[in-house]
C-alpha cells in the first residue's frame, strides 16, 4: 500500500516562503519521476512542479522562478521549496508520482497566503 505524507504548510503573508516535504514509503521517491501538485478551493488539482529520475526538473508557468523541487534520496524526502509566495498560490499541496498518480492520494498540507 502506497503511502504519502505531506508536511510543512501554513499561514503566511505575500512575499514569504515556506518549504514543504513529502515522505513516501519504500522507495517510491528514488523510483519514479515524482511531482507536487496542488488544489485550490473550487478548482482541478494541478501539477506544479516535477522531478524526473535524473534530477531534471520543470514547472507551470505561474512558479517558474519561485518554486524548486528537489530531492533527497538518503532521507527519502521531497521537497518544494517556495518563496515570494502569493495569494494565488493558496492551495492543499499532494505530492505524487508525476505520470500516472497513485490512486490513493496523502492528505495533502494546506498552504494560505494571506495579509
Known amino acids: 500500500q502506497v503511502q504519502l505524507v505531506e508536511s510543512g504548510g501554513g499561514l503566511v503573508q505575500p512575499g514569504e516562503s515556506l518549504r514543504l516535504s513529502c515522505t513516501a514509503s519504500?522507495?517510491?521517491?528514488?523510483?519514479?519521476?515524482m511531482a507536487w501538485y496542488r488544489q485550490a478551493p473550487g478548482k482541478q488539482r494541478e501539477l506544479v512542479a516535477r522531478?524526473?529520475?535524473?534530477?531534471?526538473?520543470n514547472y507551470v508557468d505561474s512558479v517558474k522562478g519561485r518554486f524548486t523541487i528537489s530531492r533527497d534520496n538518503a532521507k527519502n524526502t521531497m521537497y518544494l521549496q517556495m518563496n515570494n509566495l502569493k495569494p494565488e498560490d493558496t492551495a492543499v499541496y499532494y505530492c505524487?508520482?508525476?505520470?500516472?498518480?497513485?490512486?490513493?492520494w496523502g492528505q495533502g498540507t494546506q498552504v494560505t497566503v494571506s495579509s
Open positions: 522531478i524526473f529520475q535524473n534530477s531534471i526538473t
Open positions: 519504500g522507495n517510491i521517491l528514488r523510483t519514479y519521476a
Open positions: 505524487n508520482r508525476a505520470i500516472a498518480p497513485f490512486d490513493n
